[in-house]
């Protein structure tokens, strides 16, 4: 079996607050392949940040736990391995965009040096010219001129800090990017810009990338694999063309598809998912979504499995369940 | 009506919410126990105090601890304990008049720097610029050698001294609720200047204000303590404890408790205001952390 | 946009001027009220009408308020103080010399108190809720509290009473013997250290969680730099602000505690200059000591406005 890029296996983590325990992430299982593009959808609080900070293990000290599962990201195990070498893959084999670029950068330090710093540390072999010609490159390349260089984030409208926020992801041309809602905090004349950008420096560089987002469009944009996230689990998993095809979905997704105004079909209302996710808090065996499932059933306290409706698409849901015949 | 109640209720609420912060850690209880026994000395010393803390004895000048006398006494033969009983009266005294002093006239001139604007703003603070440029200590020490030694005066010259915070800062928040939209909505509405002052501007200064008194009491102590030390503050024969220090000094071979044992009870005091003052901000509004 | 900056602190040094000169005006306004002749006082009560009539013209307190006052003041501009009634000599030589004094205390007080407030207030960040946090919380919230004439008594009782370590007090010019100078010198500027110190432990406590929690933190790491690039390049220097603040304040308040210090160990700087001339009613001296001092703590401002262009660039091009 060849190595995969990434592969969660059954991962569950947990938030210890102050008063309560947080079950953000319960038994997720994904996996990437080089060059893929997957988009990770799902509402606030579903766990995708989560997710994607627990591969670079980035989550916040002592708060944050691993309770169970592995990740192997370019074959090294993340949660085992030494922190010399998990420093020596961020920035390098991976890196983050996050999403708001008004806070992601450092206010007393030049966006040149930002950039240049996360170079240096993996390339100790450059010298100082070739360096900054690397970050030259790099800044042309996401549309900023180099001559800025030495100039602070403040003075640097949204938009562009965003860029730089991509140019420090990408310099090191890393293997895989995780693109946490990059676009959220931007104005939408900008959105298609920056996605426009993101797709094509992806494809320049034959990276492969992660790009959680709420918003299906931005995933039908981009996106080669789709795996759909609620509370803590991966509900549904497909390719974009059989996700959005939309002969089989989860009633989540349904609920999600749903949601989307159309502009070709006359419809009074759109359809709201009544209800709210349930406490994080409180550990639940069963499907997750049943209480406010439309289809709930006499199956759905039990624990759930994965259901392969067509190739290549999984759905967590015990109306697909093939042996029950309980196929749509 | 019911939009009254709902507000009495919502007072209540974070009424009891304030205390229960305040209590929350034991050191912070122990240091207002601390406090309280100091103001019961304070309120009832004639009672509490052994001996009478004028009366002189010169047979009996500077004993050492024993079971009569628990401190001592100091050199004119008068009970150390009872004078720094009575001790307590000044320091309390002193701490809350002058923060009062400070509180209440600096209030009303940062107000009318903030609210008026213009001219009056800038003469007004220029002053308080010029007197914040003048280390708080010397400037007590500089008011207090015009008004003389003595009790009030020690009171009136740390007062004035600390008017300048008080007066920046509840500029500040005037400065910055002037331009809130609810007070433009105030305005729209017809209602004169003072009447928005007093209604919107000053509830929600108060907090700040409060906090910064609770943590210029433990300064304003001190403050007295160091004049009285300097030999510039209360008037002998008063007890106070910077003053028992200074007498102490002379000592300090001989009898070393006379100049040691007030000290401690000034670090307890200032301490025991300066944790509360904290743990005041804190419950009072956690965002202050930063800025007071 | 550097020249935005040169003309902030310019406008800053002009305020300063003003706020000084008004100072002056109420400094001396004030000590106009205080009743009591000083030449008289000085004099004694066997003065002659004549000596006082001839002294009191010598010193120029018989020409009218306002002329004194502006005389003083062009007095300043060319660096002229007046004289001393007590000490019958120039103020401006006297304030020079004592200053020395004043200054041997304080500026290595300061820098000890920056150098150790900074480790410790950083090592109590990074331990947050661990024991070393609690015990430097404690030191700090205690250090604060300390009156300093207290503490400096504490010392003086133990260290050179009882262990005969160190000198009880006195000062000697370095330039006279420096082992004795510095031996005189530990435990003033020891104990007036010590207060600043607690008080940048805290800042430098507080102002390193709140950056802690900053999201280009989170973005410093995930470039994969070690704890203590992030810790010096990113965290520290955006903490420095606040902490830089508050050293303006308590250096501006140290200046102001050396009265007591120099009160104790009996050392001839500006602040026992000050309660000598409050205590004999030279009014001229006391106007100048405070006068000076206000200068100093005015510049101590200024240099805080001035670091703070240097660490934070969005300061440098507001207004």
Request: contains cysteine.
């Amino acid at each position: 079996m060849s190595q995969r890029l990434l592969e969660i296996h059954n991962l569950s983590i947990e938030y210890h607050a102050e008063d309560a325990i947080v079950y953000a992430v319960n038994g997720l299982d994904v996996s990437l392949d080089y060059g893929e593009t997957l988009g990770l959808v799902g509402e606030t609080g579903a766990g995708k940040t989560t997710t994607a900070l627990s591969s670079m293990r980035l989550l916040p000290d002592g708060i944050g736990k691993v309770s169970s599962g592995t990740i192997l990201l370019d074959g090294v195990d993340v949660m085992k391995c030494s922190d010399a070498k998990i420093r020596e893959m961020r920035g390098n084999v991976v890196s983050m965009i996050s999403q708001d670029p008004m806070t992601s950068l450092n206010p007393v330090m030049t966006v040149g040096d930002q950039i240049l710093e996360v170079l240096r540390i993996h390339n100790k072999g450059l010298s100082k010219a070739e360096l900054n010609l690397a970050v030259d490159a790099m800044m042309e390349m996401v549309g900023i001129p180099a001559y800025r260089k030495n100039e602070y984030p403040h003075q640097f409208s949204g938009g562009m800090k965003q860029r730089i926020v991509i140019a420090i992801a990408l310099v090191c041309e890393p293997k895989l990017i995780l693109a946490d809602e990059p676009t959220t905090a931007l104005d939408v004349t900008i959105q298609a810009q920056m996605l426009a950008m993101i797709s094509e420096l992806k494809k320049r560089l034959n990276t492969a990338m992660i790009l959680i987002t709420h918003d299906l469009g931005v995933v039908a944009q981009t996106c080669e694999k789709v795996a759909v996230m609620y509370a803590g689990e991966i509900i549904e998993q497909g390719t974009a063309a059989t996700i959005f095809e939309g002969r089989y979905w989860h009633p989540y997704t349904r609920g999600l598809f749903g949601a989307i105004p159309k502009l070709d079909e006359e419809s009074d209302r759109l359809e709201a998912i009544d209800g709210l996710m349930p406490d994080p808090t409180e550990k639940m065996v069963g499907c997750r979504f049943a209480a406010r499932c439309k289809s709930r059933g006499s199956h759905c306290g039990q624990a759930q499995s994965m259901w392969e409706v067509e190739p290549g698409h999984l759905i967590r849901c015990c109306l697909f369940d093939v042996e029950r015949g309980n196929a749509q | 009506m019911n939009a009254g109640n709902k507000r009495n209720s919502g007072n209540a609420k974070k009424a009891r919410r304030f205390f229960r912060i305040l209590f929350a850690r034991k050191e912070i209880v122990l240091c207002i126990a601390i406090l309280l026994i100091m103001v019961f000395c304070a309120i009832f010393a004639p009672f509490v105090a052994p001996y009478n803390p004028y009366k002189q004895d010169l047979t009996m000048s500077l004993q050492p601890m024993s079971a009569q006398h628990i401190f001592g006494t100091d050199q004119l033969g008068r009970d150390l304990l009872s004078r720094i009983i009575y001790g307590t009266r000044v320091s309390f005294s002193v701490g809350i008049v002058a923060v009062a002093i400070a509180g209440s006239v600096g209030m009303i001139l940062g107000l009318t720097a903030g609210v008026a604007g213009g001219f009056v703003d800038s003469i007004i603070m220029r002053v308080m610029d010029a007197m914040m440029s003048i280390p708080m200590i010397i400037l007590a020490i500089f008011l207090g050698s015009i008004l003389g030694k003595g009790l009030g005066n020690v009171m009136l010259a740390v007062g004035i001294s600390m008017i300048p915070g008080y007066a920046r800062l509840m500029r500040g928040q005037a400065l910055t609720i002037r331009e809130s939209d609810y007070i433009t909505a105030g305005i729209i509405c017809g209602a004169s200047t003072l009447r928005n002052v007093i209604t919107h501007i000053v509830p929600n200064c108060v907090s700040p204000i409060i906090v910064l008194m609770t943590m210029n009491l433990g300064n304003a102590v001190l403050a007295e303590a160091g004049l009285s030390f300097l030999g510039l503050g209360i008037n002998p024969p008063m007890a106070s404890w910077g003053g028992m220090v200074s007498d102490g000094n002379t000592f300090l071979n001989t009898n070393p408790v006379i100049a040691i044992v007030p000290g401690i009870f000034v670090f307890l005091i200032v301490l025991c205001f300066n944790m509360v003052g904290d743990a005041v901000r804190d419950a009072l509004d956690p965002r202050l952390r930063g800025t007071l | 946009m550097k020249s935005k900056f040169v003309k902030m602190i310019l406008k800053r040094v002009i305020q300063s001027v003003i706020i000084l000169l008004l100072v002056t005006l109420m400094v001396f306004l004030v000590m106009q009220t205080i009743p009591g002749d000083p030449i008289q006082i000085f004099l004694g009560p066997t003065a002659t009408k004549e000596q006082i009539e001839h002294y009191t013209k010598l010193f120029g307190y018989d020409q009218p308020v306002l002329v004194q006052y502006g005389r003083w003041i062009l007095g300043l501009f060319r660096g002229e103080m007046g004289r001393s009634v007590t000490l019958q000599k120039e103020i401006s030589e006297v304030i020079f010399q004592r200053l020395g004094a004043t200054l041997m205390v304080v500026l290595p007080s300061f820098i000890l108190a920056v150098i150790f407030g900074v480790t410790f207030g950083v090592a109590a960040a990074l331990n947050r809720g661990k024991l070393i946090d609690s015990v430097v919380s404690f030191v700090a919230n205690t250090g604060m509290a300390m009156p300093l004439f207290w503490l400096g008594i504490l010392c003086i009782y133990f260290f050179a009473l009882k262990l005969h370590i160190l000198p009880v007090q006195g000062f000697v010019p370095p330039t006279k013997d420096l082992a004795e100078c510095i031996r005189h010198l530990i435990i003033p500027v020891g104990i007036l250290s010590l207060g600043p110190l607690a008080s940048f432990t805290r800042q430098t406590r507080s102002a390193m969680l709140e950056v802690i929690r900053q999201d280009y933190v989170r973005t410093a790491q995930a470039k994969g730099l070690s704890r203590w690039d992030i810790i010096l390049k990113h965290q520290l220097r955006n903490a420095l602000i606040p902490i830089v603040t508050v050293m303006g304040g308590a250096l501006g308040h140290m200046i102001g505690s050396t009265v007591v210090i120099e009160s104790i160990f009996v050392i001839p700087g500006l602040g026992n200059l000050m309660i000598t001339a409050i205590k004999s009613k030279d009014f001229m001296v006391v106007q100048n000591v405070v006068l000076i001092l206000a200068a100093a703590v005015c510049f101590c401002n200024l240099t805080v406005d001035l670091l703070y262009g240097i660490i934070d660039p969005r300061i440098r091009d507001s207004k």
